[in-house]
């Protein structure tokens, strides 16, 4: 190499280091432009799926604060919306509270299987919240052509169907608050008033020449008493009785005695020997027909608590068990149906100790199980509502009739079935009660003795009232 050489090529690299910074500057210049752009995209879509994220939480808040007041909803479309918009404005979307213009609700009627929400103002069983925000703001995207940006998002809430078995008591009990017996806890007058009631529904009828009011016959004669009645060529009118039977009674019952009647016969001592001596349907078939209490009372509440069930279509099924049966048993009414006015015509068409005048708890509740069971949905909630008046005392005495019943809960709750209890007047076994809806989560409610039935048959309203209104609910989207 000459000496000369060496100059020239330090020069010609030189020269060369320029170009290359020149070119990379230049690169880096055309690059920086789509680099800032993708910077700029990205801190928008981190935004945008931020108030997203925000967007459906509120949504879903606001969803689930109207199915929480499920009941809200029964009361009325009006009160469902407030509630929603009211846990929707809680949350914030893009750093700004969220406004009622933002908040859609619909009302409608969700179909599982298609899983389709029509909105509907009749018999709705679910809401659907939608919240809009229009026009949000974005940081960079005018730099790129686009300065805001819309988002919707949506919840729905819906009842879940549920099956519900009926346990009544039918116990001879069951007319006690119509019998003489209790005119010191009810009053004559209510006493006497419900008897010329029963009287009529029973088409009024005469035999002889007795009268309403009792009229004394000192003989205890009974072949002389029917004569002095006109009643020794007259029939018996019921299957199991008579006059000899009837007029045995009135000279020898303790209530009888107790409230002024004894030896007085008449058509209201007469009544009150149906309902205390031959209760059963198999004896008196025509008492179902009239206002015997209390179990006319529980009547008049479970038609009103169907009318509840009814208040909204969410699919429910209702089944029937009452106890006691012919064998000492239970027996299944009704099987769990949608045709609720069936079942609402079963249990009219029975009476206080239509089968057996004892009480077999532990058997109703076994029967309804089983039913439950063999017979319910399985994506339905599954309940039992089980009423009683009295203490249990079958299948055998009343120790071995609560630890059976207290067995009958257990495998309720073992099949993850709650039981609801009420207890109605001051002779029901409110400890036991507890214990069963204890054992199976469920909860216990007391309507108190020693009250006019007017005033009980709004209790037990009250009751079937808010059975009806705990409605289960769940998300389906």
């Known amino acids: ?21 020149g070119a990379v500057a230049v690169l880096s210049a055309v690059l920086m432009v789509p680099v ?13 799926l931020a108030v997203k994220t925000e967007l459906q939480r509120s949504a879903d808040s606001a969803d689930s604060a109207a199915l929480a007041g499920v009941g809200v909803l029964v009361d009325g479309e009006d009160e469902a919306a407030a509630m929603a918009r009211e846990y929707a404005a809680m949350n914030l979307v893009g750093g700004i509270p969220v406004s009622a213009e933002d908040v859609v609700i619909e009302s409608g009627q969700w179909n599982a299987e298609n899983r389709v929400f029509t909105p509907t103002d009749h018999a709705p069983t679910g809401i659907r919240v939608t919240l809009r925000r229009d026009r949000q703001a974005l940081f960079f995207g005018p730099v790129l052509g686009k300065d805001s940006f819309d988002l919707t998002a949506s919840a729905i809430a819906v009842f ?16 006690d608050d119509s019998e003489l017996r209790h005119i010191g806890s009810i009053g004559r007058a209510a006493v006497e008033s419900n008897l010329w009631q029963i009287y009529n529904e029973l088409g009024a009828p005469t035999f002889g020449n007795m009268q309403w009011n009792p009229v004394y016959i000192s003989t205890t004669e009974n072949w002389r008493v ?3 009645l006109g009643l020794s060529d007259v029939p018996y009118p019921y299957p199991s009785g008579s006059w000899d039977d009837y007029i045995s009674y009135v000279e020898s019952s303790g209530y009888i005695r107790d409230a002024g009647y004894r ?21 008196t078939p025509d008492l179902w027909r009239t206002s015997e209490q209390p179990i006319t009372a529980v009547k008049n509440a479970v038609t009103l608590f169907l009318a509840f069930l009814q208040e909204v279509d969410t699919n429910d099924r209702l089944g029937l068990a009452v106890y006691t049966s012919a064998s000492g048993d239970a027996v299944l009414e009704s099987e769990l149906t949608h045709n609720m006015p069936y079942v609402e015509e079963i249990s009219r068409e029975r009476q206080a100790g239509h089968y057996d005048v004892y009480t077999n708890i532990g058997a109703g509740l076994r029967v309804a199980r089983e039913e439950l069971e063999g017979n319910g949905r399985s994506g339905a909630l599954r309940l039992i509502v089980l009423m009683t008046d009295g203490i249990a005392n079958r299948p055998y005495n009343t120790s071995a009739a609560k630890a059976y019943a ?7 709750a073992d099949a993850k079935i709650p039981v609801v209890t009420v207890s109605l007047g001051a002779g029901a076994d409110m400890d036991l009660m507890e214990q069963i809806a204890a054992i199976t989560g469920g909860v216990h409610f007391n309507v108190p003795g020693g009250q006019p039935v007017a005033e ?22």
């Open 36 to 48: 800032l752009a993708m910077v700029c995209f990205s801190v928008d879509l981190g935004y945008i």
């Open 1 to 21: 190499m000459s000496p000369q050489s060496a100059p020239r090529s330090a020069h010609a690299k030189c020269r060369t280091g320029g170009r290359r910074k």
């Open 160 to 175: 879940r169907p549920r099956d519900i078995m009926l346990v009544l008591d039918y116990s001879g009990s069951m007319n």
């Open 406 to 412: 207290l067995e009958q809960a257990q495998e309720a």
């Open 226 to 228: 029917k004569r002095i």
């Open 263 to 283: 030896q007085r016969y008449g058509y209201l001592t007469w009544v009150n020997y149906l309902l205390e001596r031959k209760p059963m349907f198999s004896q």
């Open 456 to 477: 009980y048959e709004e209790d037990l309203k009250d009751v079937f009232r808010k059975v009806a209104d705990s409605r289960p609910l769940r998300l389906a989207q």
